[in-house]
């Protein structure tokens, strides 16, 4: 590897000496802050040498994702583009799978274990602040100013991701600013942007996004909707812009819940629009009435090139405003390790359908999990579940594949009891090969929310809409409690053996358990209410098939 340097931090903080306690120092400002302190945490590799924009920075990508440590790269030197008008930098893998840099961003200590980060992160999205505007002076990113008449996308040095892409792509780990038309609210998502010539960009959004939503609703009234896209910027906005929040509240209120103070936003030239006063670089743009072009095809979060070539939204872009040196944040898709959302996903996502779930008031909810290599971390939802009632499990189930944060594209959706630990696939898959009879504890949803993204559907036209398989793999509710006993360690034992680990000399650390046998020392589990003549049946029932070899 080569020796990491220093970035440049804009805005040094007090106290940012002291390299171990560097997350710690309040919430981040911007991306040279966040670079800053992944480079405190020895997770940042900064690249001096010239790399080519087209394919070889998301190689790089693609294989330092399946490297462990696997640092974010920042590449300062474009090939070619030495004598460009702009000196664009690029980020990529920037946060990979590296569960570190994600607690980093979400103002968590970066060892946090994972299913706490979710749990924390569930809470941490009930927290709405309201933005705070700042003046024109005081945004860095208003360091330069390209005016529409200048602005030639051609001379930049813009990416190319994977070999048969339609174009290149400039926007990726992004974050793309629409108003709501009527409501007025501000979107914050998370969208490709493609090349279309000097100063022209597509903007890819699969049916029911919320841009998309915007720009029907706008056209329907024969108005062009503005957009601002950041896609040099705080990757926190592309955490908050790639989550399925409500469709009536600013994404930039969670952004503000979860660095806990209210993000600084300076209002574009160009619009009414507002968008963070720190981003590296900046489109401002419009999407005139039915001005639509051919884009992609684009190799996607599935590990595929999404679908065939087809008409998008063109933005024509009315100024561009950038700080010096600014640094464009890219985001490959691919297949597991190596897509950028994995990682990411498999916390924020969770930690949204849980928020969801608890919206709503459902009990019992231990843990959510949205498995990195399921596609991106949209293919898998793993529930946790203290079962309390009959039929909880089937409620959660049903519920967790269609809440607003969980219900686009996933296709598995597993409850597991509260034992197991929905973060680790080994315990899922033993209680998948042990708690559930496929033939009576699989059910499907059908014609649900997907995206013509997804490669099983055929021909691509049918493909939006997906279906779903909802797995029980917790113990059958009914039979509670004669199920079949699971072996448990006893508690006294544990703590004995933990105790003498290492005077034993056995390997590591001693690994963490969930339960024990003396947690329900042999009776009938706490959750379940059955009322006598249940249970008498229930074990008659079960003795009946105990007894039936003997005879
Ligand atoms: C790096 C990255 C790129 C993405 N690109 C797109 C895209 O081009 N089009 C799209 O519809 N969704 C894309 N998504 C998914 C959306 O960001 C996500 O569904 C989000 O909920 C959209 O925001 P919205 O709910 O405000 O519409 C992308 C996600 C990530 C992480
Ligand atoms: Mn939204």
């Known amino acids: 590897m080569e020796t990491a340097s220093v970035p440049d931090a804009g805005h040094p903080h007090p106290g940012t000496t002291k390299k171990a306690a560097r997350w710690t120092v309040g919430p981040i400002r911007d991306l040279r802050d966040w670079l800053a302190r992944a480079q405190a945490i020895g997770e940042l590799l900064t690249v001096d040498k010239a790399v080519d924009v087209e394919e070889e920075m998301s190689a ?30 690029h980020l990529w893998n920037i946060y990979g799978p590296s569960v570190r840099r994600i607690a980093l961003s979400l103002e968590e200590p970066p060892d946090t274990p994972t299913i706490e980060l979710i749990s924390r992160t569930k809470d941490k999205m009930k927290r709405r602040l309201a933005p705070r505007e700042v003046k024109a002076s005081q945004a860095s990113v208003y360091e330069n100013t390209i005016p529409a008449g200048k602005v030639d996308l051609r001379k930049l ?75 040099g910027v705080d990757p926190l906005f592309m955490l908050v812009g790639s989550q399925a929040f409500a469709k009536n509240v600013s994404e930039f209120e969670f952004a503000g819940g979860i660095k806990g103070e209210p993000v600084r936003l300076v209002k574009a030239t160009q619009s009414d629009l507002l968008f963070p006063a720190d981003a590296e670089f900046v489109v401002e743009g419009v999407i005139r009435p039915n001005a639509m072009k051919a884009e992609g095809p684009f190799g996607e979060f599935t590990g595929y090139y999404g679908k065939p070539e087809a008409l998008c939204p063109l933005v024509e872009i009315t100024a561009i405003h950038h700080r010096n040196d600014p640094i464009l944040t890219n985001a490959l898709m691919a297949d597991y390790p190596s897509c950028e959302q994995s990682g990411f996903f498999s916390i924020l996502r969770g930690a949204k359908i849980w928020d969801d779930l608890e919206k709503l008031g459902v009990p019992g ?58 973060t680790d696939m080994d315990q899922v898959l033993w209680a998948m090969a042990t708690r559930c009879h496929p033939s009576a504890d699989i059910d499907i949803l059908r014609s649900t929310w997907s995206t013509g993204l997804d490669p099983t559907q055929n021909p691509p036209e ?40 290492g005077e034993l000399g056995l390997p590591g650390s001693v690994p963490r358990i969930l339960a024990f046998e003396d947690d329900r020392n042999g009776k009938a589990p706490k959750t379940v209410y059955h009322d006598e003549k249940a249970l008498r049946t229930a074990r008659d029932l079960a003795g009946a098939k105990r007894r039936k070899p003997r005879r």
């Open 60 to 89: 790089i990508s693609y294989l330092v994702a399946r490297r462990t440590p696997s640092p974010a790269v920042l590449f300062t030197k474009a090939k070619g583009f030495d004598k460009g008008p702009v000196n664009l930098r």
């Open 157 to 231: 040095a813009i990416p190319r991701h994977w070999p048969l892409d339609g174009g290149l792509y400039a926007g990726t780990g992004d974050a793309v600013i629409t108003r709501d038309p009527d409501t007025g609210y501000l979107n914050v998502g998370t969208y490709r942007m493609m090349v279309q010539d000097g100063n022209h960009t597509g903007l890819y959004l699969s049916p029911g996004k919320d841009a998309r939503l915007h720009i029907t609703r706008a056209w329907a009234k024969g108005e062009a909707l503005p957009v601002v896209a950041c896609w």
């Open 365 to 422: 909810v231990r843990g959510v999990y949205s498995h990195p290599a399921a596609a991106g971390g949209f293919g898998m939802t793993i529930i946790s579940l203290e079962q309390q009632y009959a039929g909880h499990a089937s409620q959660v189930l049903s519920l967790a594949a269609q809440v607003p944060g969980g219900a686009y594209y996933t296709k598995w959706i597993v409850a597991v009891d509260e034992d197991i630990d929905p």
């Open 462 to 501: 049918v493909r939006p809409y997906g279906s779903k398989a909802l797995i029980n793999a917790c113990m059958e509710h009914r039979y509670l409690p004669t199920f079949s006993k699971r072996t448990k360690l006893r508690r006294s034992i544990y703590d004995a053996v933990a105790g003498r680990w």
